[in-house]
T-cell receptor, first 112, second 116 residues
Framework: GQQLNQSPQSMFIQEGEDVSMNCTSS?????WLWYKQDPGEGPVLLIA?????ELTSNGRLTAQFGITRKDSFLNISASIPSDVGIYFC????????????FGQGTILTVHP | GAGVSQSPRYKVAKRGQDVALRCDPI?????LFWYQQALGQGPEFLTY????????KSGLPSDRFFAERPEGSVSTLKIQRTQQEDSAVYLC??????????????FGQGTRLTVV
């Protein structure tokens, strides 16, 4: 099936720093989704992107749908300890019911 | 309930045992998904139900895996003759209607299965 490549695999940052992570694919997608998963919890949707070039913000989070429709990035500004977790990109497509395909995830650690 | 509820939260099974994992979706949600998440990986699709109909089971890794949703609400994922490679977190997600974009799906906390 389609594969999503996320980078970096992990990040260790100081509280207050900005964070950037991205996701690439060899295929063109119509939707990019970014999820966060806390330890022992299921993924929670952060941002959904529907159009090439779209830039969307949700509080301190900003995500963009790449112009080529083969990539997306997620930025977190002024990180805080509760940003710790695993961030996944995903796409929903190829079916009429929104089956999700996830990347491998970026593990974020924030030091106070 | 307020969210998707899964039980048990943790399950340890001896190799060869059968296990049953339960998912209570959000009340009234038509669509229900099962995903498998191996350690250090993203969730991978297993199967999809629309009400009681299992419309896609293409992600089930073998015929030891079986899922049902007989009355269109609660779903059970059954794994027969468990193997060590079945060790993973099993996530259930539900959505109100027929999701096209995937944005409407809400995930449960998952069941962590460890096969020893």
């Amino acid at each position: 099936g389609q594969q999503l490549n996320q980078s970096p695999q992990s990040m260790f940052i100081q509280e207050g720093e900005d964070v950037s992570m991205n996701c690439t694919s060899s295929s063109i997608f119509n939707t990019w989704l970014w999820y966060k998963q806390d330890p022992g919890e299921g993924p929670v949707l952060l941002i959904a992107l529907y159009k090439a070039g779209e830039l969307t913000s949700n509080g301190r989070l900003t995500a963009q749908f790449g112009i080529t429709r083969k990539d997306s990035f997620l930025n977190i500004s002024a990180s805080i300890p509760s940003d710790v977790g695993i961030y996944f990109c995903a796409y929903a497509g190829g079916t009429s019911y929104g089956k999700l395909t996830f990347g491998q995830g970026t593990i974020l650690t924030v030091h106070p | 309930g307020a969210g998707v509820s899964q039980s048990p939260r943790y399950k340890v099974a001896k190799r060869g045992q059968d296990v049953a994992l339960r998912c209570d979706p959000i009340s009234g949600h038509v669509s229900l998904f099962w995903y498998q998440q191996a350690l250090g990986q993203g969730p991978e699709f297993l199967t999809y139900f629309q009400n009681e109909a299992q419309l896609d089971k293409s992600g089930l890794p073998s015929d030891r895996f079986f899922a049902e949703r007989p009355e269109g609400s609660v779903s059970t994922l059954k794994i027969q003759r468990t193997q060590q490679e079945d060790s993973a977190v099993y996530l259930c997600a539900s959505s109100l209607g027929l999701p096209v974009t995937g944005t409407e799906a809400f995930f449960g906390q998952g069941t962590r299965l460890t096969v020893v």
